[in-house]
């Protein structure tokens, strides 16, 4: 049966595409207009492998065929490509710079983050916007971020955060109006940096 | 020879995918041709206690139906139609598809089961088969009907040039 062995290893999506995605876009849109602030996962899903919950459910609301994927050596396994192109539709890039979503875990090789689309002065909204894969985040004091959605400061953790990765923000912060967003994932727990987000590393 | 065995088994294997893709292309436009209450009493009846998830629920959406006259000529756009699909998955992993016409999430459903259940074992194909008979029927009956009103225009030669 060829027919079968094509589909058969496909995972379910939402359980309710419209609601669900709508409460992820919804949790998505609070975590990035309050950077730092940590969200729980308002829904339950299945991740296929190479991805986690979180950044699963962030695609499947965020992603369609209008917006390019690249997916990181360690995610772009082929459950989690099939998954995506399936519930999504939206196209597989193999170039980072063409990508408006790009998924990586924290413990990977960070170098691709220099050559993200950070889109341009007249249209800054064709940056992409980075999914990082994280172990965990807490709100104790490793981070204190400043910004525009901040009353004064708010402090955040994400274990295992390289050092590069700071080093990237503060050029980042430099390009406003331009640069790349990111939205930090565990299995539970999402938050987000804006662009326009402060760091001060402990 | 054993090269030429080799391509021998390789063309075998394709002509065998390609029977089972046009074997399944039948039977998944039988399946969208039929009504939803019949393809709704044959699930209940023999296949009810059958367990399934949807993989990805019915969804209603629109395709671009593009035509070209007398079949050969320059593609063209018809219109647009709307279109039902379904993706559900038994509980042994077979995934079964649907596109049907219009806007019943139901038909589609039962027509995506009834696509897994082909795919496992064929086990509804004497119900696939006794649907395109009576498919087939309606389409001559509808064949002759239309046929019996047909008028074949011709212009008389009216001599007026001459």
Redesign the interface.
Known sequence: MTLQSQTSDLLPGFEHAAFDSNAVFRVLLDAMSRPGRIYDLPINITAPDGLNTSATAALLAMADMDTAVWLSPACATNVATTHLKFHCGNPITPDVSQADFAVARSDEDLSFIAQLPVGTAEYPDQSSTLILMVDDITDSPEMHLRGPGIKDTHSLDIKGLPAAFHAWRAENHHLFPCGVDVIFATDTKIAALSRTTRIEVK | MTAHTANATATDQSQ??DE??QA?QHWMAVLARTERSVLETEWSNKYGDIIW?????P?IGMVMVRGRAGGAGQRFNLGEMTVTRC?V?LSD???G?SYVKGRDRVQAQYAALFDAVM??DGAASDFIDTLAQQQAAAKRAHAHKVAATKVDFFTLVRGEDE
């Open positions: 065998n995918a089972a893709i399944r998830n949807h993989l990805r629920e969804q993706a998955t992993g077979t995934v598809h795919l496992r």
